[in-house]
């Protein structure tokens, strides 16, 4: 049975039964709309008809838009030659067809060129550049490519040729110099574009093109079945203008006007009597036969297929796809048994741990380029890990080439960014990518991978996730509820199919099917016997399964011989609930949902919070931690009846439909900040030297980094949740006070009446008098008390109603960007950017809400920094020098042990670079304001120098290695270790130290870090 982890989200009853009745759609549909954070009639309207949605102008969006259509206009108004470099995949063979037929339509002489997949590789190279140099073209358009293509690109510039680069994948450091590129990654995230896939932005530019020629009429509908095809197939979100114009599509592709789109729908199996397709008909029937194409064969055929108004030469190559993708089927199986095969056999002699690497890196000889994707996926459906699948590119064994597949919680690409210096090329997005290397870094490269997956992913990530929509009983699958599922289509990638379970169903038939008995055909039942078919592809090695199960599926229709039936798809399963345990989840589920609270003023300092997006933990019964050992370490114990938490100081919250518990209790001369899960384990922040312990029942406290976004996520989670409370509780000592108010107004009413009455007898005796006098104090007391309640009133109305600080986020990234130069910029890993983005970021809130000042204190931005020169400068350097000491046979250099996988500090740097240096007095960083520079520097030196042969070894290490630190260590020694031992005592100041981390000691360690306009900091020095 497949070991899968199921995230079940909550059924929120009471929200979906009001929202399927002003819809008028099942109470199933409004629980998937709500999972998808569509919560009102308005929202829901929008999504059901997207094309109500108000876009603005693509000229508006894309800054080299316009001088783009520029460039194309002049071509073809000259008659230049325009040329377009494609790619091999869907999305850029679709590309190419796309403005090869857009292009020609508008007058343009244009021809094109699609590299080798198996001899060149990926985009745009010096061959193809120079080919089109010496066939007279004047303009070259890239398409789905040429983001990371400098080389190529720069050498058509000295060519004197004009470059247009379209492309959608992640941008790299260093982009290419040309004279318009066309990225949606280089939009806001927000935008509706942002989402399009290199067909996409190909669909864009031709679309306008056509507008300012005032040719677009018979040209938008061919152009949108490409565009559909393309996008499907390259698994771009469906959302933004992908879900407008791909519903559009769809419509479209039944009776396309496209012959070679007509041929390959025949082929493939799908009839004419389709009124529109569905996403799965391309992603899973159209798309693979061009892609089989791109992978196996020539993608010339692809491009005349779709371009072709010649019924023959259609029919022809659409029968050339068919043949390519069931070649491509029998490879990817026969790659997939031999892939298996060797991870077992690894598993078996301990050479590969899932659970230690939480990486999977395959290396075999002879496997096709082309094809190992494909695998890299199963693999990564079969074992939960992210799978990097390589083989050799040559004969002589001396370079590797692969593909890369993640899963939700790991970033391919950025894992690739961190053995940049070691790759020859490398590309992709967040779920995959490809790569090629030298050999003989192989054990270097899958150093680094293992090194990001452990600071990435946890050990429950480990297994394939099941998210599901809600709970479904069987009777509630019918037609009818076929029908309004089908409102929500397109879905894909971005809007996924709804996902049902039903617990504890009986398996009443199953067997293998297909020709390699690869897939499951079962027929299950609940408990009042009512049956349904049901399908699971690629499941058949799982054949039997256990009799009772829970399971998770997709509701479909199932159209043979003329006969449509309901079946479902099963894609998760489990062992089944018990009644009882059913019944106690349906009853978690109708607690009140709380809406995501906005951020406020935090009960604890800036380092205690981050604007990392929220964990989501599960819904559970809570339990309570002992305190924590003093050592931080020792078996936690779960006490029996804790004792209560003060109302401010405990709460209850959902979280994106999650709940936890959080409560603060005093440890002795401290506090501890403590989060629960549902499984009862336990996130304990001890304040104020902000140290986090994971506590696990029956199990030892373990220290946490508090800068990982797991922990912070619960940590921000948590102080919101105690900010609502205390709001809460704000709001009921106003209406106390109010009250009060009230009370003191009357009693002094009564009192100053009965003062005029006395007052008004002459005749009062000495006695009254004297009664007088006490009164008129009384009320002078009371009058002294209501203005101080007053006062606090006051104070509590501007606590709650100070209204949140404004930002301008592009101002905030262009000033980082400045300071650190464009050229630094891109140098550095996409996490780092968003590190340096976070620390510019709070010292402009704290500038905003006015609360900046020298005794503020800047924990979060410090850490943000130190994270940043630990990932791009320490981490990097001890890597490389480890694998270096490793091939000269040495396993510690002085008194530094090095070994594989290892996390090293900036302390352990700084005796490398330097036997002395300069340092920050201890005393100095206690200080409010910057000391002067006599009481801020003093002198230090290593306590253990490295002797004459390790100095030998660590210059013969920094001679060969090929990193820009190199040369500046080579030749900056001691303004290195200084540089790295200040911005190290900062840092530790920062993370652990219970002083705060002043404003003077943040300017400093930025200084350091990234520099001034008259002085360069570490990264300028490295990378300027």
């Known amino acids: 049975m497949p070991d899968q982890r199921w995230q079940i989200q909550p059924a929120l009853k009471g929200e979906a039964k009001g929202l399927s009745q002003q819809l008028q759609l099942s109470p199933l549909v409004a629980q998937v709309l709500l999972n998808r954070d569509i919560e009102t009639p308005a929202a829901a309207q929008e999504f059901l008809n997207p094309e109500s949605l108000l876009l603005p102008s693509p000229l508006d969006e894309f800054p080299d838009l316009e001088p783009s259509i520029e460039i194309l206009l002049q071509a073809i108004e000259l008659g230049e030659k325009i040329a377009i470099c494609g790619d091999y995949d869907a999305d850029g063979m679709t590309s190419t067809a796309l403005l090869l037929r857009a292009l020609r339509y508008l007058g343009a002489q244009v021809d094109y060129a699609i590299p080798s997949r198996m001899q060149e590789g990926y985009g745009i190279n010096t061959r193809i550049v120079e080919e089109f140099f010496a066939d007279g073209v004047s303009v070259i358009l890239t398409v789905d490519n040429g983001i990371a293509a400098v080389e ?31 990225n949606p990654k280089l939009i806001p995230p927000d935008s509706p574009y942002y989402g399009v896939a290199g067909v996409g932005v190909a669909y864009i530019l031709a679309v306008c093109l056509a507008q300012a020629m005032g040719r677009i009429q018979d040209l938008t509908t061919p152009l949108l079945e490409l565009f559909t095809l393309g996008t499907i197939a390259d698994l771009a979100p469906l959302t933004g203008v992908n879900r407008r114009w791909v519903r559009r599509g769809l419509r479209l592709l039944p009776k396309s006007r496209l012959i070679g789109v007509q041929a390959l729908i025949k082929v493939a199996g799908l009839g004419e009597e389709n009124d529109t397709l569905k996403p799965e ?85 002879d496997w096709h380029h082309g094809v190992i994707g494909i695998v890299a996926s199963r693999l990564v459906e079969r074992y939960g890990v992210p799978v990097f699948i ?84 069987f009777d509630q699958l019918t037609f009818a509820l076929h029908d309004q599922l089908d409102q929500l289509h397109p879905c894909g990638i971005g809007n996924p199919d709804p996902v049902f379970w039903t617990p504890n169903v009986r398996v009443v038939e199953q067997r293998a099917i297909g020709q390699t008995k690869a897939h499951l055909k079962l027929t299950v039942a609940d408990d009042a016997n009512n049956q349904l078919a049901a399908i699971a592809w690629r ?13 998770a599926y997709k509701l479909k229709l199932n159209e043979w011989q003329g006969n449509t039936t309901l079946q479902l798809e099963l894609v998760g399963v489990r062992p089944p609930t018990s009644p009882t345990a059913v019944a106690q989840v349906a009853t978690q589920n109708h607690a009140i949902r709380l809406t995501s609270p906005q951020p406020a003023q935090l009960p604890l300092t800036a380092a205690e919070s981050t604007a990392n997006p929220p964990a989501q933990p599960q819904a559970a019964d809570r339990q309570s931690p002992s305190r924590l050992p003093e050592s931080g370490r020792g078996t936690v114990q779960q006490t029996a009846a804790p004792t209560a938490a003060p109302a401010m100081s405990q709460a209850d919250f959902y979280y994106s439909h999650r709940c936890y518990q959080v409560r603060t209790v005093q440890a002795g001369q401290s506090r501890q900040l403590e989060i629960q899960n549902p499984e009862g384990q336990v996130f304990v922040v001890s304040l104020p030297d902000r140290q986090g312990y994971l506590c696990v029942p029956g199990a030892t406290a373990k220290p946490v980094d508090l800068s990982e976004p797991h922990y912070f996520n619960l940590l921000r989670a948590g102080l919101d949740a105690l900010e609502i409370r205390q709001q809460t509780h704000l709001l009921l000592e106003k209406d106390e006070l109010l009250a009060d108010k009230d009370q003191h107004i009357a009693t002094l009413t009564r009192q100053v009446e009965l003062l005029q009455a006395q007052a008004g007898q002459a005749s009062a005796s000495a006695a009254q008098t004297e009664q007088l006098q006490a009164l008129q104090a009384e009320v002078t007391a009371q009058a002294t008390a209501m203005q101080h309640q007053e006062a606090h009133i006051e104070t509590i109305k501007q606590t709650m109603h100070r209204p949140p600080p404004t930002l301008d986020p592009k101002a905030i990234k262009r ?71 490793q091939r000269q046979g040495q396993v510690a250099l002085g008194h530094l042990p090095l070994g594989t996988a290892g996390k090293y500090s900036l302390a352990l740097a700084v005796p490398l670079w330097a036997d002395a240096w300069t340092t920050i007095a201890p005393t100095a960083l206690t200080a409010s304001q910057r000391p ?45 270790a200084t540089y790295l031992d200040q911005i190290h005592q900062l840092h530790q100041l920062a993370a652990q130290s219970t002083q705060p981390l002043y404003l003077w000691a943040f300017e400093h360690m930025r200084d350091l870090v990234i520099g001034q306009p008259e002085t360069s900091g570490l990264l300028q020095c490295i990378y300027g």
């Open 152 to 182: 190529p690109i720069a050498h058509a510039r000295e060519l004197g040729l004009t470059v247009i680069v379209t492309d959608h994948h992640d941008v790299p450091p260093e982009i290419p110099p040309a004279h318009a590129i066309l």
């Open 281 to 365: 008909d391309i992603g899973f029937r159209l798309g693979p036969r061009i892609n089989a194409v791109g992978r196996i064969g020539d993608p010339q055929v692809v491009i005349e297929m779709l371009t072709t108004d010649d019924v023959d030469v259609a029919l022809q190559r659409a029968l050339e796809c068919e043949a390519a993708n069931q070649q491509r089927r029998e490879m990817c199986d026969r790659i997939e048994e031999e892939a298996i095969a060797w991870v077992e056999a690894q598993i078996a002699d301990g050479s590969v741990d899932l659970v230690r690497d939480r990486v999977l890196l395959v290396l075999q000889p």
């Open 390 to 473: 390589c083989t050799y590119e040559d004969d002589e064994q001396k370079e590797i080439r692969g593909s890369a597949r993640g899963i939700p919680e790991f970033q391919v690409f950025e894992a690739l960014q961190s053995c940049h210096d070691l790759m020859i090329k490398f590309g992709g997005h967040k779920a995959a990518g490809g790569f090629s290397f030298l050999a003989k870094h192989l054990r270097q490269v899958k150093s680094r991978l293992v090194n990001f997956a452990n600071q990435t992913l946890r050990v429950e990530h480990l297994k394939p996730l099941v998210t599901v929509d809600v709970r479904a009983t």
């Open 539 to 551: 499941w058949g090695t799982y054949c039997p399964l256990p009799d009772r199960l829970d399971i």
């Open 815 to 885: 000033e980082v960007r400045d300071a650190v130069s464009d050229k630094v910029w891109f140098c550095l890993q996409t996490q780092s950017q968003k590190d340096l983005y976070a620390a510019y970021k709070q010292v402009a809130l704290a500038t905003a809400d006015g609360s900046e000042s020298p005794t503020a204190d800047y924990s979060e931005a410090g850490l943000r920094l130190g994270q940043v020169v630990q990932r791009e400068v320490v981490q990097p350097c001890f890597d490389d020098l480890q694998a270096f000491l």
């Open 932 to 976: 002067s520079d006599q009481q801020l520097y003093v002198a230090s030196q290593a306590t253990s120098q490295l002797s004459t042969s390790d100095r030998a070894l660590l210059a013969a290490f920094l001679a060969q290695w090929d990193h820009p630190m190199s040369a500046w260590f080579q030749a900056h020694g001691d303004a290195a």
